[in-house]
């Protein structure tokens, strides 16, 4: 069964770190692109990260661009997101996400969701 | 950045009847474009992609049309697992990747 299970979330007070991991199975992970997807208390989805299959090529929305760093380990199968200097802003339910083919495009596997607060 | 919006932001409907949502694009995406499904408390779900293509094991009652910056979902007849949140998403520029604010469509 293809599955991808995020880990990590928690309660952190504003300026702190948090990192984030997406463990992938049933499925060749060092063969897809992957992403961090984010969804605010009542909101909508919002693209967070993005990286290549080696990990060469990373992508993130400006909003975050300079706190967060998405990485991977194609040995672990396992997908990261490192996120630094945390806003109130930044309180969501993270989803890792696969996609369909070797691009940033759409996203066939989501994970169930790790939800980051933070808060003082 | 492309933005998507989708309309309307709430669509009640009967079970059994037709749903027939909108996106629209800021710019032209081709054919770069994706559905989701959102059940509350779930991960989003894709539906379609290539803004007509059902995605595996997607209902045939699920169709998407539409080209450049005009996006259609329809739901041929509701059932009570498809009242739920649905967005779109293009690819076609990025990054970033863009969604649309949601739809949600409701019991009427």
């Known amino acids: 069964e293809v599955q991808l299970l995020e880990s990590g979330g928690g309660l952190v007070q504003p300026g702190g770190s948090l990192r984030l991991s997406c463990a992938a199975s049933g499925f060749t992970f060092s063969t897809y692109d992957m992403s961090w997807v984010r969804q605010a208390p009542g909101k909508g989805l919002e693209w967070v990260s993005g990286i290549s299959i080696s990990g060469g090529n990373t992508y993130h929305a400006d909003s975050v661009k300079g706190r967060f760093t998405i990485s991977r380990d194609n040995s672990k199968n396992t997908l990261y997101l490192q996120m630094n200097s945390l806003r109130a802003e930044d309180t969501a339910v993270y989803y890792c996400?696969?996609?369909?083919?070797?691009?940033?495009?759409?996203?066939?596997?989501w994970g169930q969701g790790t939800t980051v607060t933070v808060s003082s | 950045e492309i933005v998507m919006t989708q309309s309307p932001a709430t669509l009640s409907v009967s079970p059994g009847e037709r749903a027939t949502l909108s996106c629209r694009a800021s710019?032209?995406?081709?054919?770069?474009l994706a559905w989701y499904q959102q059940q509350p408390g779930q991960a989003p779900r894709l539906l379609i992609y290539?803004?007509?293509t059902r995605a595996t094991g997607i209902p045939a009652r699920f169709s998407g049309s539409g080209s450049g910056t005009e996006f259609t979902l329809t739901i041929s007849s509701l059932q009570s697992e498809d009242f739920a949140v649905y967005y779109c998403q293009q690819y076609k520029n990025w990054p970033p990747l863009t969604f649309g604010g949601g739809t949600k469509v409701e019991i009427k």
């Open positions: 290539g803004a007509s």
């Open positions: 710019q032209s995406v081709s054919s770069n």
């Open positions: 996400a696969k996609h369909l083919v070797n691009s940033l495009v759409m996203m066939d596997v």
